[in-house]
């Protein structure tokens, strides 16, 4: 079985403050983490993924995320927030042979001036 | 098209009407997803077709609720006899390989039917 647990439903930070969304999962074999972005109105973009390569993923929008499997974490990162970042956030779990992801809850960022 | 379209983009109605959400995947795409999003919730799967079989159902939630893809191409999902839980955004996403590969096949999400059951 798997399972995702995004602490934080809403977060608000600072333009320029690091951004720190956390995600920890559950499965029962190696999982294939994901990091989700969705702006108002809009569907689902896909922000980085890891499928057991490198434990340090780059994604898009200047995002990144470590795959620790001691903490079964895979938290997301950005060393500067901008306004533009304000959305919804989402992580998801798979694995190989699962036909489909099981996402989080979601976090929702706020970032101020 | 560019990307996966859904339609209607907002639809209300009346407790006990049927209502059907039309899907339409990026072309080329064998396999089309389709998912739930309650207010404050995260997404919960509900079906995925590949080409037009749909090996797994296990999400829906009632006999009231089915799905079905066509061409393998447009999908549609019905809800009959529609409560007022059935409320949510109903999101539709799409992947150029099987679906039992997702760690090669990117999930492309259209932005979404948003019911209203009044």
């Known amino acids: 079985a798997q399972s995702v647990t995004q602490l934080g439903s809403h977060v608000s930070v600072s333009e320029g403050a690091l951004v720190l969304l956390r995600c920890n999962y559950s499965?029962?074999?190696?999982?294939?983490l994901f990091w989700y972005v969705q702006y108002p109105n809009q569907g689902l973009q896909l922000l980085l993924k890891?499928?057991?390569?490198?434990?340090l993923v780059k994604g898009i929008n200047g995002f990144e995320a470590e795959f620790k499997k001691s903490e079964t974490s895979f938290h997301l990162t950005k060393p500067s927030a901008h306004m533009r970042d304000a959305a919804e956030y989402f992580c998801a779990v798979s694995g190989p042979g699962y036909n489909k992801l099981i996402f989080g809850a979601g976090t929702r960022l706020a970032v101020h001036p | 098209g560019a990307g996966v379209s859904q339609s209607p983009s907002n639809k209300v109605t009346e407790k006990g009407k049927d209502v059907e959400l039309r899907c339409d995947p990026i072309?080329?795409?064998?396999?089309l997803y389709w998912y739930r999003q309650r207010l404050g919730q995260g997404l919960e799967f509900l079906i995925y077709?590949?080409?037009?079989?749909?090996?797994?159902k296990s999400g829906l939630p009632s006999d009231r609720f089915s799905a079905e893809r066509t061409g393998e191409s447009v999908s549609t999902l019905t809800i009959q006899r529609t409560q007022q839980e059935d409320s949510a955004v109903y999101l539709c996403?799409?992947?150029?390989?099987?679906?039992?590969?997702?760690?090669?096949?990117?999930?492309?999400f259209g932005a979404g039917t948003r019911l209203s059951v009044l």
């Open positions: 499965s029962s074999v190696p999982p294939y």
């Open positions: 077709f590949q080409g037009n079989s749909a090996p797994d």
């Open positions: 890891y499928t057991s390569a490198a434990t």
């Open positions: 072309s080329g795409h064998t396999a």
């Open positions: 996403a799409s992947s150029l390989g099987l679906a039992g590969e997702l760690a090669k096949n990117i999930q492309y």
